[in-house]
């Protein structure tokens, strides 16, 4: 086997058992040769789009999407929204909710899918439209799953204002609220960001393990919300499995 070849493959294989991202550094370690070795491959690889930098550090690699693409074809004619809607959608009409997907963009959280059920309540926030990360249950979904590095990097760099007198304004305290979303396994919005809305969220996973985006019920009354959380967080988990997540 050419002895390149076979390095690129070593180091997609190295790569793709690192959900939080692998430095060059730790390439060039992994297979025994020098950096700048490893940097030629490692480049001709990012052209190609077989590997990617990780989102909010860039000195970090993942697999990237033509890797994904030719190593998934069963998923080809999926996407987020479709097996959002396949799956959120009957749940908001078992609860009598409205449903939302939201991804994180910049800072803030777009709304990409909203699904009102008949007897809903809430029917607010139009498709397109921009929120707060910090009082969302959507984006306190993807903060409190999203690595370490990425959570602390989207929180610099915004500004805790208050909404309501429920928004959570302190970061000590937000970052508390985000450790007990992670520890039941959804996120809480209870009037923080309008003062009529409660909100029930959980983050959507792509094949990387990386948080892509989130899923949430929202009304004036959520009503048995640790049993709605749960469902709802099953859900996100049944949604990141058919877009690729294996959860280890």
Sequence with gaps: MNRTVERAMQILQIVSK?????????????????????????????????????????????????????????????????????????????????????????????????YVSKDAVLASCALGSRKEVHATALGKAILAFSDEETRDKILDSIELNPLTENTITDRALLLDDLEKTRARGYSLDIKEHVNTTVCCGAPI?????????????????????????????????????ALGYIHT
């Design 18 to 114: 690192n959900q939080k991202g692998t430095t060059l550094q730790e390439i060039a370690e992994a297979l025994k040769i020098p950096k700048s070795s490893a940097y030629v491959i490692v480049q001709t690889l990012l052209s190609q789009n077989y590997l990617a930098p990780m989102r909010y550090n860039d000195k970090k690699y993942r697999i990237g999407l033509k890797l994904f693409t030719l190593g998934m074809h069963y998923v080809d004619d999926l996407n987020l929204v479709e097996q959002c809607a396949l799956y959120l959608n009957p749940l908001a009409d078992t609860y009598q909710k409205t449903a939302f997907v939201g991804v994180l963009e910049g800072n803030s959280i777009v709304y990409i899918h909203k």
């Design 205 to 241: 996973f792509d094949y990387t393990g990386e948080v892509i985006a989130a899923i949430s019920l929202s009304d004036v009354l959520l009503g048995p919300i640790e049993v709605m959380g749960k469902d709802v967080a099953q859900v996100a988990r049944v949604i990141s499995n």
